[in-house]
């Protein structure tokens, strides 16, 4: 996976109008591709490389990859990063969006990205 490329594609999401439906639909569309492409590198991204932020926004594509990938571990990756997020360490003032630095905190920030990850985990297939 390119983690330049995601981390682009996630800043244009960003840049986006909380009006722009086609906009945001498209740059979901791309960051799941992106993060559907390869999901071993995908589940060591979120593993060692991906920041508080960025999981709090690719949180909005998660169940889109796993309806993709049917990867188990996928989720319990996710499960596993979204419990390093303390609230001693959360610090929502780091934030580059405006947005997170406004409206996110710790208990909004784990009960929606907890919310994604439970979507995720409803799009796998029982086997």
Do not use: P
Not at 13 to 19: E, F, I, K, Q
Request: with cysteine; aromatic share 12%.
């Amino acid at each position: 996976m390119n983690v330049s490329k995601l981390r682009t594609e996630l800043e244009h999401r960003l840049s986006l109008d909380v009006n722009d439906d086609y906009g945001i639909e498209e740059s979901w569309k791309n960051l799941t591709s992106i993060l559907s492409d390869n999901i071993v590198d995908t589940i060591n991204f979120f593993s060692k490389e991906c920041t508080d932020e960025e999981l709090f926004w690719l949180s909005e594509v998660f169940s889109d990859i796993s309806e993709i990938v049917q990867n188990k571990e996928f989720v319990q990756v996710l499960r596993s990063r979204l419990s390093q997020v303390t609230r001693e360490s959360y610090d929502q003032n780091s934030f580059k969006s405006e947005h997170m630095k406004k409206w996110i905190d710790y208990d909004e920030y784990v009960r929606s990205v907890n919310l994604d990850i439970d979507y995720a985990e409803g799009a796998l297939r029982e086997e």
